[in-house]
């Protein structure tokens, strides 16, 4: 299938490690993030998401960490495995609901066995 | 989580012709959002598609270019007009349900020759 990631940032770590992708965002009125995972030739698959009254969030194997006041939002994955690698985007939005997500950049991640 | 059938999931298609994508959803759903994924890019936001009422386009996405058509609650399509090679790209469509969050179409991988 295509490669979603050419030319986006990448990030190889060891199987087994833990990962660390970060995200700028830009609307300091953002209220509400979330992290997808896009496989290729797929489209992104929802992973974790954080309100901005929150500054951490933990799922399984994930937790997402919100800095507003420098705009940083991180995602760390524990014990990374081969089938995490994909293409991750960070995704913002003014108030959940009837408006659309504005994503960021995208970090494409490379698990090595 | 909303289930999205989008439709076709590639093509590929003479430069000057139009292609119209279709995005299906299992559930009613107010708004209907579509984006564009050019090669090893983020999605960014073409338009939003309101049942009754004419899209609302994005800064750089014209009508005329993107025309959009929202006949009901579970169904939207968006026309690539005129194409050019430059058009080339994974188009998206994606739903936010309350309580479900914002999910996604697996997309249309769209070459241009």
């Known amino acids: 299938g295509e490669s979603v990631g050419l030319h986006l940032p990448t990030l190889s770590v060891q199987e087994g490690d833990n990962s660390i992708i970060n995200c700028a965002y830009s609307n300091s009125a953002s209220d509400y993030f979330i992290w997808y995972k896009q496989e290729s030739g797929k489209g992104p698959q929802f992973i974790i998401d954080i309100r901005s009254n929150m500054d951490k969030r933990q799922g399984q194997r994930v937790t997402v960490l919100l800095n507003k006041t420098v705009k940083h939002l991180s995602l760390q994955i524990a014990a990374t495995q081969p089938g995490d690698s994909a293409v991750y985007f960070c995704?913002?939005?003014?108030?959940?609901?009837?408006?659309?997500?504005?994503f960021g950049k995208g970090t494409r991640l490379s698990v090595i066995a | 989580s909303a289930v999205i059938s989008q439709k076709p999931s590639r093509d590929i298609c003479q430069r000057g012709t139009s292609l119209t994508i279709q995005c299906q959803v299992d559930?009613?759903?107010?708004?209907m959002f579509w984006y564009r994924q050019q090669p090893g890019q983020s999605l960014t936001l073409i338009a939003t598609?309101?049942?009754?009422?004419?899209?609302?386009?994005e800064s750089g996405f014209v009508i005329d270019k993107f025309p959009i058509s929202r006949p009901n609650l579970t169904f939207s399509t968006l026309t690539v007009s005129n194409m050019s090679p430059e058009d080339s790209s994974i188009y998206l469509c994606s739903v936010e349900r309350t309580g479900i969050g914002y999910t996604f179409g697996s997309g249309t991988r769209l070459t241009v020759v």
């Open positions: 598609a309101n049942q009754g009422s004419e899209a609302t386009y």
């Open positions: 995704a913002e939005n003014i108030s959940p609901g009837n408006t659309p997500l504005v």
């Open positions: 559930s009613q759903v107010t708004m």
